[in-house]
């Protein structure tokens, strides 16, 4: 199966430094939207680590002898990363303490797609027209609406609102959330850090959908990110199966 991707990482209008990662690897199949957390630069630090252990654990599994098993992947990938990212921070740096990051990733195989999340990033799944949240937010927010204590049309007005539950890196371990699906032709996937989600409403977002071809997603998105105010960083990523 062939697949068309699309990616891009912007500043945004309001911070010093951009602490989203991204990556796009076509040969391995693998898409990745970290967003990092904590002060002197350690969300910077702790997005990049968490994007190069996923790359990194997709060759050694891949390049390595007997049969694949996706899932066991994409756990292995925030297994690695959330030590690796831990251990940096309370041994080797510790200025960088309690520093972690979301990440959502994507990861294609046989003609299926695992998705994988920690964090506040999100994965959408476009098709017929419709825009559908596959990952669910480990945040706060998302915790109460969970619990009945709010309605989620009173979200926006939440304080904390923007409050993670559930990182990579901050602990040694972590849990990580996998979904999987088949991909068929003419699905679109698209992963984004809350810079997008935070500042542009789903049914926006499927309106971008419907009305661009999937190159000119991303650019949309982004601008229209920036124009609901840009407060974060904005990462996008579109995946397209023909």
Known sequence: MAVEVWGKTDIGLK???NQDSILVDTKLSLFVVADGMGGHRGGEVASAMAVESAQEIV????GAKGPVSPRDIVRSIYREASRKIFLKSTRDNPELMGMGTTMVIAFCYNNKIYLGNVGDSRA???KESNLWQITEDHSLVNEQIRAGIIR???????S???VITRSVGFE?????DIVERDFTPGEIYLLCSDGLSGMVSNEKIANICRDNTPQKIVEKCIDLAKEAGGDDNISVIVIKAN
Do not use: S
């Open 172 to 176: 040694e371990e972590v849990v990580v």
């Open 160 to 162: 904390g609102r923007n």
């Open 152 to 158: 989620p049309d009173d979200q926006d007005a939440v």
């Open 59 to 62: 060759e050694q599994k891949l």
């Open 15 to 17: 911070r010093d430094i």
């Open 124 to 126: 959408y799944l476009f």
